[in-house]
Antibody
Framework: EVQLVETGGGLIQPGGSLRLSCAVSGFTVSNKYMTWVRQAPGKGLEWVSLLYSGGSTYYADSVKGRFTISRDISKNTLYLQMNSLRAEDTALYYC?????????????WGQGTLVAVSS | EIVLTQSPGTLSLSPGERATLSCRASQSVSRSRLAWYLQKPGQAPRLLIYDASSRATGIPDRFSGSGSGTDFTLTVSRLEPEDFAVYYCHQYGSSTWTFGQGTKVEVK
């Protein structure tokens, strides 16, 4: 059974850094495309970052240069390193993936981890 | 970046009625890589449709998707009580992905 569990959220001051983790089970993190999607309180979904099985990475313009997506195969975990955090980064962060390495949308989602950026 | 515009913003319907949701892209979505999700309060989104018209596992056949290029539609043939929620479209055909702003389907 595929499971995604996000951790690492919390309250952080503007300008600070945080690393989110997404522990996966039921598959190997390097075998599928993995993505981070966020949702600000009361707002819609916003795509954040994408990591393909081959290692290519992509970012939304709003986080480019500040966020880094990566994975640790030995821990079967996806990460999102977030630097220079801003108030507008406050959101529930989800990790999500598909059923294989072929792009077919986001079939599996975690429950999310909340990041609050405030002084 | 491909901008997805969903309409209407809110759809007020009664159970049993048909819902038609639109998603328009600012440029053509490659290979019709367009998905639809349903989200209820306090829950993660759930995939309904991928590749514009393929139903995800376990999704009832009252949900159907159509379209190509820049115009896509999600149809719910007969609304059940559990279908009242927010719906998002999502394109994954370009190097940077995007979501629409959402359509809320509410009980009339």
């Amino acid at each position: 059974e595929v499971q995604l569990v996000e951790t690492g959220g919390g309250l952080i001051q503007p300008g600070g850094s945080l690393r989110l983790s997404c522990a996966v089970s039921g598959f190997t993190v390097s075998n599928k495309y993995m993505t981070w999607v966020r949702q600000a309180p009361g707002k819609g979904l916003e795509w954040v970052s994408l990591l393909y099985s081959g290692g290519s990475t992509y970012y939304a313009d709003s986080v480019k240069g500040r966020f880094t997506i990566s994975r640790d195969i030995s821990k079967n975990t996806l990460y999102l390193q977030m630097n220079s955090l801003r108030a507008e980064d406050t959101a529930l962060y989800y990790c999500a993936t598909g059923p294989s390495d072929t792009l077919t949308g986001l079939h599996y989602w975690g429950q999310g981890t909340l990041v609050a950026v405030s002084s | 970046e491909i901008v997805l515009t969903q309409s209407p913003g809110t759809l007020s319907l009664s159970p049993g009625e048909r819902a038609t949701l639109s998603c328009r892209a600012s440029q053509s979505v490659s290979r019709s890589r367009l998905a639809w999700y349903l989200q209820k309060p306090g829950q993660a989104p759930r995939l309904l449709i991928y590749d514009a018209s393929s139903r995800a596992t376990g999704i009832p056949d009252r949900f159907s998707g159509s379209g190509s290029g820049t115009d896509f539609t999600l149809t719910v043939s007969r609304l059940e009580p559990e279908d009242f929620a927010v719906y998002y479209c999502h394109q994954y055909g370009s190097s940077t992905w995007t979501f629409g702003q959402g359509t809320k389907v509410e009980v009339k």
